[in-house]
């Protein structure tokens, strides 16, 4: 689609100094990966309007005004339709660009907001994961590297299924985040800013122990990169690691998975065993931390399947 950004004339000349200040603010306060996901995502619409950098689209986006601006954010919306591109990577980028008019709105640099709607996509989530017995499987392929290695994996493993913890979550832990003598660990969640502390369970509180008197007693990150190269050994692990250690442990002993997928099974394990203790789901959300109940039937439903279950119904009537 051809765009006709580059056609409107300005209409309130925005200085680049106040543009610069916008997009520092617009990602001051973030993580890393949102800060990286912002920058994606204004690049591309950089590109879509056919101006150099993100500043640059920034400052065409909002000197065109409420009526403008929306004509085309929904030209871009069209244009990544037409790509291909997927519901949520769309939405994402509408958010990007709500976000950035909401901002500007707040530094008095513009007077309206962007209304364009998100695409409509099908509340569904890959929930699937590893499963109870993979995870055994690869908790006991960690625990047999043996030594300060196999101690330190085995308790990300512990963190990422026991507690549900994300990845993100696991590399943020210091030291002294830990409390064993009480069994908390403080965390801070996905799109928080304060610590939130949870209680440990023993398997777990045992496996931080392991690793912990492997790694010493001094202050910094909970899990360290234990490469024998000097500028590394002692770093911060990061989420790139956590990744491939997952990944390759489960290709050990023949499963496909992620750090994220053993979330995804602890939160499946969570839903059953509230079913059978006739728990209702809002309890879930504090072993969770979703946002909103809803996401939870998602993991209900997958688990009851009550789709195959009425179509076997279905098929033996005939």
Known sequence: MESTALTRAPKEGLSRARINRLMVAFLSGRSPQTVKAYQADMADFATFIEVGTPEAAARVFI?????????????YKADMIERELSPATINR??????????????????????????????????????????IKSILAMAANQGGAKGARDVAVLRLLFDLGLRRGEVVRLDLADVDLEVKTIAVIGKG??????????????????????????????????????????????????IYRMVRSLGAGVGISTRPHGLRHTAITEAVKAATAEGIGLEEVLDFSRHADVSTLMIYRDRERNMQGRLAEMVAAKV
């Open 63 to 75: 000197e065109q005004g409420q009526g403008e601006a929306n004509a085309l954010a929904l030209e």
């Open 192 to 241: 928080r800013r304060e610590r939130q502390t949870l209680t440990l369970p023993e398997a777990t509180c045992e496996a931080l122990a392991a690793w912990i008197q492997e790694r010493g007693e001094s202050d910094g990150p909970l899990f360290v990169n234990l490469d024998h190269r000097p500028k590394v050994c002692g770093g911060r692990l990061s989420g790139t690691s």
């Open 93 to 134: 980028r509408l958010a990007s660009l709500r976000s950035l008019v909401k901002l500007a709105r707040t530094l008095g640099l513009a007077n309206w907001n962007l209304d364009v709607e998100n695409v409509k996509s099908q509340s569904y989530r890959d929930t699937s994961g590893p499963g109870r017995c993979g």
